[in-house]
């Protein structure tokens, strides 16, 4: 690709994503508590995962 379109892409990008944020800030935010409640058990699963489990 050439690097004028790179820059470009990257410059509209960047636009979609200030407008995306600042339009629904309030949504993403107000969200994060119960995504980071969510995460909770996939990172619980993960993590025992690596030692065997709690066989003793």
């Known amino acids: 690709m050439d ?3 790179k820059i470009t892409l990257a ?3 960047v636009i979609a994503l200030v407008l995306l944020w600042g339009e629904h ?4 935010l ?3 508590p ?12 993960f993590m025992h995962g ?3 489990g709690h066989n003793h």
């Open 25 to 28: 800030k309030v949504h993403l």
């Open 3 to 5: 690097r004028r379109f």
């Open 11 to 13: 410059m509209f990008a």
């Open 34 to 45: 119960w995504l980071i409640l969510l995460a909770c058990p996939l990172i619980h699963i």
């Open 50 to 52: 690596g030692h065997g």
């Open 30 to 32: 107000g969200a994060l």
